[in-house]
């Protein structure tokens, strides 16, 4: 899971849907598992869509459908919205996705796919709508995520964008670093702060 | 600037962190069973004790059944989750109020209710609707897993500080016109994820009248407009509902503790960074038709003619028909309950609507309390016989069907008018339809088998 983070190039999955929630993501059911169990929730990932109700994969969805492959997940506006479930970040890494791609992501969603190394990239509404374009009209059309550069750029057209990220965020999934390292470290703070204010 | 937020933000800050990022002390973590045991895990992997275990409370809620809470849990699974969290608690030296102890119930019910959430706290914990506890005054909210983990290890967090957002509702609310019509109309308007990035501050007229129990439903449903949080500055509705709460403060300490709340608002000269404007007479019974729950209309109101292709999508899984009118539909199920609509005040209003009348036959309603001590009010406010009365049942507390992880789900295809937060694709269960809606709403359906406006029954 904690895969040092450099340049990524990977063709893409595309899900041109807005406001897709956590629910969809990975539904309250298969939220049991009091393990860490990837492999369980990246293969529920989207279950309800994925599957048709007697169990059967669902042709029309976009998993099943051997045109669209790579690490790159690129989804609607307002992608995981909703409940503030782990288990959907969970889902997407354990599915083998690195990255999302959206020109708008709900905060808690974004911060959980930050803390699972999965990098969220927040890019203008016409980089996109083009790259929804791109890809539909060239499935195997690839995206290069250079987080050192913080660019994002559509190969086949050549646009390239900036994308933000917080610059301690990007210290840690470049360098394998997680917060409860850097809070245990700090404790002699959080006490400091305790002795002040209670 | 110099709005509440900042304030209570502000003194939580142990230190800035360069690049934009803040170290936040916490002063309360709530855990329950579906969010927790990962984190319990990897204290347990990283060889870490809790930090400051008697800042943190543990009960479970998602899985409960809400029948036959004193037999063993049917389910083996969610038995093992909920078996999980006692032992981790017990590990870890946390409070832990189990199931059948008469203090369990929804965490975002119970908090409040025992004073557990104070004015001017930091909360958090793994379930976006932390939200809930700003009405006490406080910045609350809902985090994931890891950060559950980072809080146990440390007591704080490390977030990016929010944008801040006032949203003000002056005037008076019509008949029938509940705090939670107010949020599905702020949803309507703001889309689901119009607050995303924010921490919003209620204020106006319409909220310095609402009660507690409504100002908790009004706070609860902030995370449906993406904000990550929403807070009321505390006043007199709040020292009164605290006051004498078992965790509340006492004696001189209480005198302080008010003192120090009252200077908890926002300064005359505070700058949002963005400030919105609604009037409460626009303001009717609200219902949603769609699959996310800024898919909202008044219920006098007909669906939207046309919409995207998301707008295609809810309406083909909902069977419903742009422009069409939805009062007047059959309805199958009709859920009073969740951390939204499960508190006393809930319970008065169902209760004043049935009164005197009959469930319809077809419907099948579940009625469940947010806590025991919600059900114990009910009881001692007569509010069961009222309700049995009319042919209702009462169950016992928990989550329960707002996102069915136990067994009260709503089956494939049948209609639900539901006093819960979330009408998401198979929220209820597998392909139910969910349609959103207040106390009022869903009494007046549950008695008349349709979709009905309450202010006909009032």
């Not at chain 1, 629910?23 to 929730?41: G, V, W």
């Not at chain 2, 006692?86 to 189990?98: P, R, S, V």
């Not at chain 2, 100002?215 to 020292?239: K, V, Y």
């Amino acid at each position: 899971m904690k895969q040092k983070f450099d340049v990524i190039t990977s063709t893409c999955v595309p899900l041109p849907l807005e406001n897709v929630d956590t629910d969809q993501i990975i539904p309250a059911r298969f939220l049991k598992a009091t393990t860490r169990e990837e492999k369980f929730f990246g293969d529920n990932l989207f279950r309800d869509w994925r599957y048709q109700a007697d169990g059967t994969p669902n042709p029309d969805f976009v998993l099943n459908d051997p045109t669209y492959s790579g690490c790159i997940l690129v989804a609607g506006k307002n992608f995981g919205s909703g409940s503030s479930r782990e288990h959907a970040a969970w889902a997407i890494a354990g599915y083998g996705f690195r990255v999302v791609i959206s020109s708008f992501f709900a905060d808690i969603h974004k911060n959980n796919e930050l803390n699972n190394f999965v990098l969220p990239v927040v890019v203008s509404e016409l980089f996109l709508a083009e790259l929804f374009q791109s890809i539909r009209e060239n499935p195997k059309m690839q995206v290069e995520v250079d987080l050192p550069n913080q660019t994002v750029t559509n190969k086949a057209t050549g646009r390239s964008e900036h994308f933000d990220i917080n610059g301690y965020k990007k210290h840690c999934l470049m360098n394998g670093l997680d917060d409860i390292d850097f809070l245990v470290q700090n404790q002699d703070k959080t006490i400091q702060w305790e002795q002040q204010n209670k | 600037m110099n709005t509440l937020f900042d304030k209570i933000w502000d003194q939580h800050v142990v230190q800035q962190v360069p690049d934009g990022t803040t170290q936040l002390y916490i002063d309360r973590l709530y855990c329950h069973e579906v969010t927790s045991p990962q984190a319990f895990d990897g204290m347990r992997a990283r060889g870490l004790k809790c930090f400051r275990p008697s800042q943190i409370y543990c009960m479970p809620d998602h899985n409960t059944p809400t029948h036959d809470q004193d037999k063993p849990i049917e389910d083996p699974v969610s038995k093992k989750q909920v078996d999980t969290l006692a032992k981790n608690a017990a590990d870890f030296g946390l409070t832990h109020y189990g199931m059948m102890s008469k203090d369990n119930g929804i965490i975002h019910v119970v908090g409040p209710e025992k004073g557990l959430s104070l004015p001017g706290m930091t909360i958090v914990c793994g379930d976006s609707h932390t939200s809930t506890h700003g009405a006490m005054g406080a910045v609350a909210f809902g985090i994931g897993t890891s950060e559950v983990e980072m809080v146990m290890a440390s007591q704080c967090i490390l977030q990016q500080k929010p944008k801040s957002m006032r949203i003000t509702i002056n005037g008076q609310l019509g008949k029938g016109v509940t705090a939670k019509d107010v949020a599905l109309y702020l949803m309507a308007q703001l889309t689901t994820s119009g607050a995303t990035g924010y921490f919003v501050e209620y204020a106006g007229d319409v909220i310095t009248a609402l009660s507690m129990e409504g100002r908790l439903t009004l706070c609860n449903l902030s995370i449906e407009m993406g904000a990550r949080g929403g807070f009321i500055a505390p006043d007199e509705t709040t020292f009164a509902y605290l006051k004498g709460r078992e965790f509340a403060p006492k004696g001189e300490d209480w005198d302080k503790a008010v003192a120090y709340w009252k200077t908890l608002k926002s300064g005359s000269d505070a700058v949002f960074d963005k400030e919105l404007s609604f009037d409460a007479a626009d303001i009717e019974p609200r219902i949603t038709y769609g699959t996310n729950p800024g898919m909202g209309i008044g219920i006098t109101e007909s669906i939207p003619a046309a919409g995207d292709a998301g707008f295609e999508k809810a309406l083909n899984y909902m069977g419903f028909k742009p422009g069409q009118k939805l009062i007047g539909t059959k309805v199958d199920y009709v859920f009073l309950g969740a951390c939204t609509n499960g508190r006393i005040e809930d319970f008065r209003a169902f209760a004043s609507i049935v009164k005197g009348r009959q469930k319809a036959a077809d419907v099948i309603a579940w009625l469940v309390p947010g806590s025991w001590a919600v059900d114990k009010q009910i009881r001692e406010e007569g509010l069961d016989k009222v309700l049995e009365a009319a042919g209702f049942e009462i169950r016992q507390p928990g989550c329960s069907a707002c996102l069915a992880m136990n067994d009260d789900k709503i089956p494939a295809g049948k209609l639900s008018v539901s006093t819960s937060n979330r009408n998401f694709e198979g929220r209820q269960g597998p392909g139910a339809r969910t349609i959103l809606a207040s106390p009022l709403t869903a009494a007046a359906s549950a008695v008349t088998g349709k979709i009905t406006d309450p202010r006909e029954l009032i």
